[in-house]
């Protein structure tokens, strides 16, 4: 009977330690997305983490012992500060490359005259100031006359001059108009309600339908263009991706539906696609054919791509450290010690990618750095890491970020084989942002054949930004020679080979 007992005591011991570990990894949840929601309300929203107090006296992958010494209270006394005089802004030159107009303010008759001697004195130069002004822009109506001729002596042979190819053609926009129109929807994230108010108040009203109708036609006409960009990026060695949700209003209704950018360095090209869904078959489909590095975030739709072996997977440390960023700066100082240490052993990987950045060097000595600095790091982390694990329960917050830290820790640290490649995925993001840029603005896509409009445009624009062009001169230029160029010749369209007029 007493053996009983103890057998029913020991399993009712290890029954209530079992549900004590549950309720206080659900505790830890619970105060975790408490925070996040507190976060969202009222938090800053930059990943800066404030340095721990005392954080070098304390073991940093452990909790702070429940038998630790209170301090004693501090004695505080006021000090008074006196505040760094704040910098002034400096003024700089105003650009070069804007037309000048010359107002000379000249001296009076009076003033010309000496005060000694009373004669008249020349000119001898100017006191010169710069200011800015502005100048409306303006819409003109553009009349073109084609000249026809006829024999008089043999009352016909009419001959009349073709009339110039157009992108919408017997359409009444010039490509200068369509290119400010596609500029100011996809590139300032005007919605097209507010471009139509903006053309009545200049005395041109233009129904919103018929700019929406001039936006479509315009971007089928430039897909092509993207089309072989994105020829060309699948014959870089590294592709950069990411995705990001938006609205679309289909039958009154309005769904949720996927933007992706696929992005390259050399050259500079960003390419942009929009999808019904987030399922893998689309950026399989996209990447049909590419053999090299993709590096993106730990998105299982990718593995699709990975499975055939032909691109290798590189994730993303920034999504790894806002894992554990998030964690130390939204729960009690003792139970954030071992994000914050994660976070030190990722900043030192980070300060090895500045190093190689003011060091200037190449593919191979990047390379050869981060063999030598980062691999060490690395390996002391990771088994820090798995260390840390094995203490806490599953569901805890800071055990999901070790296991998704681990789970893909082939890719995390694949960046360290090849200097062409980064140590995160904030290139394909950086793409993304106008995205969430403009759907605050104009909050959902009209229709869903908007979303490869969109997308094309989105793709033109970026990658003229990217390369340090004016995206609107660049559509301009375009949508002006487009009509008139062979498909054999396109690759003189496309960012990186364009030759604006006058540049």
């Known amino acids: 009977m007493a053996a009983m007992n103890a057998a029913a005591l020991a399993e009712e011991n290890r029954t209530l330690k079992a549900t004590l570990a549950q309720r206080e990894a659900r505790i830890e949840r619970l105060e975790f ?28 992958w452990d909790e702070v012992p429940e038998d630790a010494p209170v301090a004693s209270p501090v004695a505080f006394k006021t000090v008074v500060v006196q505040s ?19 107002v000379v303010l000249p001296l009076s008759a ?18 010169s100031s710069e200011r800015l002004d502005y100048v409306p822009a303006q819409l003109k109506v ?47 994230h005007l919605p097209l309600y507010r471009i139509e108010q903006i053309f009545a108040h200049q005395g041109v009203p233009i129904a919103r339908t018929t700019l929406c109708d001039w936006v479509i036609q315009s971007g089928w006409q430039l897909q092509p263009l993207v089309e072989r960009m994105l020829a060309l990026l699948k014959q870089q060695p590294v592709i950069f991706s990411d995705d990001t949700t938006v609205a679309v209003q289909d039958r009154g209704k309005t769904r949720e539906t996927r933007f992706w950018v696929y992005a390259g360095h050399s050259p500079p090209i960003v390419v942009y696609d929009h999808t019904e869904t987030r399922a893998g078959k689309h950026p399989k489909a996209k990447l049909e054919g590419y053999s090299g590095y993709l590096q993106a975030d730990a998105y299982a739709g990718y593995d699709q791509i990975f499975a055939a072996g032909k691109v290798l997977e590189v994730a993303c440390w920034a999504h790894a450290r806002r894992k554990f960023f998030e964690i130390a700066r939204q729960t009690e100082n003792g139970k954030r010690i071992s994000a914050h240490e994660a976070l030190e052993y990722i900043g030192r990987l980070y300060a ?22 980062a691999r060490p790091i690395l390996a002391e982390f990771k088994a820090r890491l798995e260390d840390r694990l094995r203490q806490l329960a599953p569901k805890t917050p800071t055990a999901q970020a070790i296991g998704y830290a681990l ?52 793709s033109l624009i970026q990658t003229c930004k990217e ?16 009509p008139s160029t062979k498909q054999k010749d396109i690759d003189s369209l496309l960012p990186h080979n364009c030759k604006l007029p006058g540049a």
């Open 110 to 127: 009076q003033d010309r005259q000496c005060p000694a001697c009373g004669e008249e004195r020349p000119v001898i130069g100017y006191e």
């Open 407 to 458: 789970k893909n820790w082939p890719a995390l640290e694949r960046y360290t084989e090849d200097g062409r490649l980064e140590i995160d995925n904030n290139r394909s993001e950086r793409a993304i942002r106008p995205l969430t840029i403009g759907r605050k603005n104009w909050l959902f896509l009209g229709s869903p054949k908007g979303g490869q409009v969109a997308a094309t445009v989105f």
């Open 33 to 60: 997305d408490l925070a996040q929601l507190k976060k969202l309300l009222f938090g800053a929203r930059s990943e800066r983490l404030a340095t721990l107090p005392d954080i070098d006296q304390l073991p940093l």
């Open 142 to 188: 553009v009349e073109t006359r084609r000249e026809k001729c006829a024999c008089a002596k043999c009352q016909g042979q009419l001959t009349t001059v073709p009339a110039p190819p157009q992108i919408i053609e017997q359409g009444i926009p010039l490509p200068g108009l369509l290119a400010h129109l596609l500029m100011a929807k996809y590139g300032y």
């Open 84 to 102: 760094p005089a704040k910098n002034q802004p400096k003024r700089t030159a105003l650009p070069a490359h804007l037309p000048r107009e010359i």
């Open 467 to 482: 390369l340090g062009i004016n995206p609107e001169a660049y559509l301009k230029d375009v949508l002006n020679r487009l």
């Open 352 to 373: 090895i990618e500045r190093e190689a950045k003011e060091q200037q060097l190449d593919a191979e000595g990047t390379r050869k750095l981060r063999q030598e600095q």
